[in-house]
């Protein structure tokens, strides 16, 4: 595991976590999608960075150490001439294990390479041990009453399983549980045989969409990032951000049901009542963790979420897969050609997709568009046309998304702002200013973006009051830009 490696891995995690606060008004099953993606993308980052093109984001003077790194290194230890042997030597000799972060090596590439090992072999050696706990417990199960399998093959079908998994009983378990990677069966504990009809059907749902949704599959590859990025705490926190999201989407599949919730609450303070004290294998994915039982009875039990476009529940996840691509082959390693004094003025051009004008062929599905973002009835509609515009080329879109930046409903004017930035443009200027002062700061924090990217003087004055703002988020936006200009 090389330092490279983990930075690449790190920033990929980091985008996870991005791109799953984005879609906080998603659903559980969409956040998981993209965690689940963004694992698929860390595991085989190694052979990606050896087969993708590569690209320099540094200059030389962290690829090679010179004279003058050398000196701040040994101060005054040196004379003057010694200094220019011993950077004329240093010039001429290979880098350090550590020249690609600016610094000298902190320990030998063999000790390190020793101590990952290890930290990984444990690791997986710990997750060895719980699948053959596993495999163990149901040696020793026995086939669940043909109450539990009749139900399991009615609900199956309903879930649109092709076969159900094998119900076994199992005194060894603190409740229920889906295991197997390639035959999958799920373990009840031995009070669960004298559950109540409509308590037996809501667990068999829960565990079918498991099931369904291939969690055991995601949680392998999960815990194969964990072991071989053990000492990044990002993989262990993103692993448990999975396991969260993945319980919420089940309890989700439940109440889709038609399981009202505050039944269903009671339910699962049952059960895990009843675990307390047993601890699940690591490798099983347990109903019934009371350590994770407060926050998902807080999402059944809450308001209905902010809602989110289609458009956006899929660029995101795609965007953290594409993403990570470009971190996997981007290289430290190769030297620039830029001079490491050189001044480089920060420019923000508009994407060539924004000032291409759209086809002849697509002129009509604009305009059935901006009709659809400024007169729909329907709020939903509105923004869903709005951020099809956002992502649509030319100027003909800017009245549109003017007119929606003006909507009763925040989220339609969240996505218009959206769509205003990098459109250099005078007409959206004015919009965007008085969108400043809107009582939404998702519209805030979009259009004060849209506002530093417009190329507008009054961007600067604009981004210096914002970080005054009341909400965290604008105000944090406002420095990251002022950092930028």
Not at 107 to 112: L, N, R, T
């Amino acid at each position: 595991m090389t330092v490279e490696l983990a930075l690449k891995a790190a920033a990929v995690l980091g985008g996870g976590f991005v791109a799953a606060r984005a879609l906080g008004a998603a659903s559980a099953a969409t956040r998981h999608a993209t965690w689940r993606l963004t694992f698929v993308a860390v595991l085989p980052l190694p052979l990606v960075a050896l087969l993708s093109p590569r690209w320099t984001f540094m200059d030389r003077t962290f690829a090679e150490p010179s004279a003058a790194w050398l000196q701040a290194a040994v101060g005054d230890a040196f004379t003057p001439g010694d200094r220019d042997r011993a950077g004329k030597d240093a010039q001429a000799a290979p880098a350090p294990a550590f020249a690609s972060v600016g610094g000298p090596s902190l320990a030998p590439a063999g000790v390190m390479t020793l101590a990952w090992l290890i930290g990984a072999a444990g690791v997986s050696a710990f997750y060895l041990l719980g699948y053959l706990r596993l495999w163990h417990l149901r040696r020793r199960s026995r086939p669940a009453p043909m109450a539990w399998s009749s139900s399991a093959h009615r609900l199956a079908v309903k879930v649109g399983l092709p076969s159900p998994p094998t119900v076994r009983v199992t005194p060894l378990v603190p409740g229920p549980l889906v295991c197997g990677l390639v035959h999958t069966t799920l373990l009840i504990p031995r009070d669960a045989v004298g559950w109540p009809d409509a308590r037996r059907d809501a667990v068999l749902i829960h565990e079918l969409a498991h099931v369904r949704r291939r969690d055991v599959q995601a949680q392998l590859i999960a815990q194969a990032v964990c072991a071989l990025h053990w000492f990044n705490p990002l993989a262990w926190m993103a692993a448990r951000h999975l396991r969260r999201e993945r319980e919420f989407a089940c309890d989700d599949a439940v109440l889709a049901a038609g399981v009202p919730p505050a039944w269903y609450a009671r339910e699962l303070l049952t059960i895990a009542s009843e675990a307390l004290g047993q601890r699940a294998p690591a490798p099983a994915l347990s109903m019934a963790r009371p350590s994770e039982m407060e926050g998902r009875l807080l999402a059944m039990l809450a308001d209905r979420p902010r809602r989110m476009g289609l458009m956006a529940r899929t660029a995101v996840p795609v965007l953290v897969f594409v993403s990570s691509i470009v971190v996997a082959g981007a290289s430290t390693s190769a030297p620039s050609a830029v001079a490491a004094d050189a001044a480089v003025e920060p420019t923000q051009p508009s994407p060539l997709w924004i000032v291409a004008p759209p086809g002849d062929e697509d002129r009509a599905l604009v305009d059935e568009r901006a009709a659809e973002a400024t007169s729909a009835s329907d709020a939903a509609r509105r923004e869903r046309a709005t951020l099809a515009l956002a992502f649509t080329a030319g100027d003909t879109v800017i009245p549109a998304l003017l007119a929606a930046l003006r909507d009763h409903d925040s989220h339609v004017r969240e996505k218009a702002a959206i769509g205003l930035a990098w459109r250099r443009d005078p007409r959206i200027v004015p919009a965007l200013l008085e969108a400043l002062a809107d009582a939404d700061p998702h519209v805030r924090e979009k259009a004060l973006v849209a506002l530093a990217f417009s190329g507008d003087a009054r961007a600067n004055d604009v981004i210096e009051r914002a970080r005054k703002d009341p909400d965290g988020h604008v105000r944090d936006k406002a420095m990251t830009l002022s950092r930028l200009r």
